[in-house]
T-cell receptor, first 115, second 110 residues
Framework: DTAVSQTPKYLVTQMGNDKSIKCEQN?????MYWYKQDSKKFLKIMFS???????INETVPNRFSPKSPDKAHLNLHINSLELGDSAVYFC??????????????FGPGTRLLVL | GQQVMQIPQYQHVQEGEDFTTYCNSS?????IQWYKQRPGGHPVFLIQ?????EVKKQKRLTFQFGEAKKNSSLHITATQTTDVGTYFC??????????FGTGTRLKVLA
């Protein structure tokens, strides 16, 4: 059973399109995250939700909008895609009970290529 | 803002040689974690260090947290080809926000 799953695994799209990436975790965790990993492998946190409440919102263009319909799901919608959005997007989850000792479990990643 | 740097950025070693990556934070950390990402894969949690000066071992891997809780290191003894990947440290100042280091890409030559 996959603990943290993401769909789609690959996404190739044209500039200007709108796309969504979905994430689900079956670990019973309260906290979920979105990270962006660029071509240099830098991992940057974008958003985090704890019990469906947004708790981390980094300096991300407002074209990116996360949505958590329930504790097990965190989706990422991107409007008006730009070339610079090409990256690997990782979803992660953590128990969410001890904020400074949270082991994060990462999904397999979504490789987004904007043409 | 808080920054976490890692050195070196890249390291190529012969199989059997030792390897060390260093992690330095611009601010004092509550705890630090280490992750490994295989090529084409996703980050996988290795360990967490919480106490000042803490040292933990996992087989050939030794992790250390600095006395000032601003730096950490990961040492691998007698590298194997299975150690290939990018090693990230990730630190927090006491919140859910973990800042990932810049990563060290390890290549092991057989």
């Amino acid at each position: 059973d996959t603990a943290v799953s993401q769909t789609p695994k690959y996404l190739v799209t044209q500039m200007g399109n709108d796309k969504s990436i979905k994430c689900e975790q079956n670990l019973g965790h309260d906290t979920m995250y979105w990270y962006k990993q660029d071509s240099k492998k830098f991992l940057k946190i974008m958003f985090s939700y704890n019990n469906k409440e947004l708790i981390i919102n980094e300096t991300v263009p407002n074209r990116f909008s996360p949505k958590s319909p329930d504790k097990a799901h965190l989706n990422l919608h991107i409007n008006s895609l730009e070339l610079g959005d090409s990256a690997v997007y990782f979803c992660a989850s953590s128990p969410g009970r001890t904020r400074n000792q949270e082991t994060q479990y990462f999904g397999p990643g979504t490789r987004l290529l904007v043409l | 803002g808080q920054q976490v740097m890692q050195i070196p950025q890249y390291q190529h070693v012969q199989e059997g040689e030792d390897f060390t990556t260093y992690c330095n934070s611009s601010t004092t950390l509550s705890n630090i974690q280490w992750y490994k990402q295989r090529p084409g894969g996703h980050p996988v949690f290795l360990i967490q260090l919480v106490k000042s000066g803490e040292v933990k071992k996992q087989k050939r891997l030794t992790f250390q947290f600095g006395e000032a809780k601003k730096n950490s290191s990961l040492h691998i003894t007698a590298t194997q080809t299975t150690d290939v990947g990018t090693y990230f440290c990730a630190g927090t100042s006491g919140t859910y926000k973990y800042i990932f280091g810049t990563g060290t890409r390890l290549k092991v030559l057989a």
